[in-house]
């Protein structure tokens, strides 16, 4: 039977659900916006490697790459021994290549014409990416990120195969505990809903609000 104690139990879980998942998301921003940066405006041998990783991080699966980390490479690089660190790894590799294209896109949006206006006060092109463009691409790029972020939370999950003890980990004990196969996912499902909901649409609604702001629509 699925009792108060069992919920409290299973709750366990979600500060390392919410560790893994904040925690690759600011991984994935760090390798995105250079990911972008170097796709937009660098030379080709540099655009190719950015292509590259993109490439291979978006064509493996996810556990496929927690899997490599911890069980594969853990004898080469003793860091991935820690299941949390592989999972942590892999999601923000995975993540960088996602957010390089949002951002990507969000540069694009903000337009050539911008950066034609400001070279044209006096700026250089990088002090008019730095301080014209790429503030604009960030707004541009918020409900991206909002669904970015989601998406991470969810796919924390899989981070149970390796044994971390996150909230679809603690569910399953609960379901050995308890012998119920219906309740423990359940409750982990709707976590899961009431995790991810309120940070995808909070961002979306910023995104809105500073994109009619400042004129970005």
Same mark, same amino acid.
């Given at each position: 039977m699925?009792?108060?104690?069992?919920?409290l139990?299973l709750l366990q879980?979600?500060?390392?659900?919410?560790?893994?998942?904040?925690l690759?998301?600011?991984?994935g921003?760090?390798?995105?916006?250079?990911?972008?940066?170097v796709k937009?405006?660098s030379?080709?041998?540099?655009?190719?490697?950015?292509d590259?990783?993109i490439s291979?991080?978006?064509?493996?699966?996810?556990?496929?790459?927690? /899997?490599l980390?911890?069980?594969?490479?853990a004898g080469?690089?003793? /860091?991935?021994? %820690? =299941?949390?660190?592989?999972?942590?790894? =892999?999601?923000g590799? $995975?993540s960088? =290549?996602f957010? %390089?294209?949002?951002?990507r896109?969000?540069?694009?949006?903000?337009? $050539?014409?911008?950066? #034609?206006?400001?070279?044209?006060?006096? #700026?250089s092109?990088?002090?008019?990416f $730095?301080?014209?463009?790429l503030?604009?691409?960030?707004?541009?790029?918020?409900?991206?990120?909002? %669904?970015?972020i =989601?998406l991470?939370?969810?796919d924390?999950?899989y981070?149970f195969?390796?044994?971390?003890?996150?909230?679809?980990?603690? %569910?399953?004990?609960?379901?050995k505990?308890?012998?119920?196969f219906?309740?423990?996912?359940?409750?982990?499902?709707?976590?899961?809903?009431i995790?991810?909901f309120?940070v995808?649409n909070y961002l979306?609604?910023?995104g809105?609000?500073?994109?009619t702001?400042?004129? /970005? $629509?």
């Open positions: 699925f009792t108060l104690e069992n919920f139990f879980g979600v500060p390392n659900t919410l560790a893994i998942s904040f690759s998301f600011a991984l921003f760090a390798l995105g916006i250079p990911t972008a940066i937009q405006f030379p080709y041998g540099l655009g190719y490697v950015a590259a990783y291979v991080m978006r064509g493996i699966p996810v556990l496929v790459i927690m /899997l980390f911890h069980f594969g490479m080469i690089i003793p /860091l991935f021994k %820690s =299941a949390f660190l592989s999972a942590t790894f =892999a999601l590799l $995975r960088g =290549a957010q %390089s294209q949002i951002f896109g969000a540069i694009n949006a903000v337009g $050539r014409q911008q950066m #034609m206006a400001a070279t044209s006060l006096g #700026m092109r990088w002090q008019a $730095r301080h014209v463009i503030p604009q691409a960030f707004i541009v790029a918020l409900p991206g990120l909002g %669904s970015e =989601a991470l939370i969810k924390s999950s981070a195969v390796l044994g971390v003890l996150e909230l679809t980990k603690y %569910s399953d004990i609960v379901r505990a308890t012998r119920s219906l309740y423990p996912y359940l409750i982990a499902a709707i976590l899961y809903i995790i991810t309120p995808a979306d609604r910023l809105s609000r500073l994109k702001k400042y004129g /970005l $629509r």
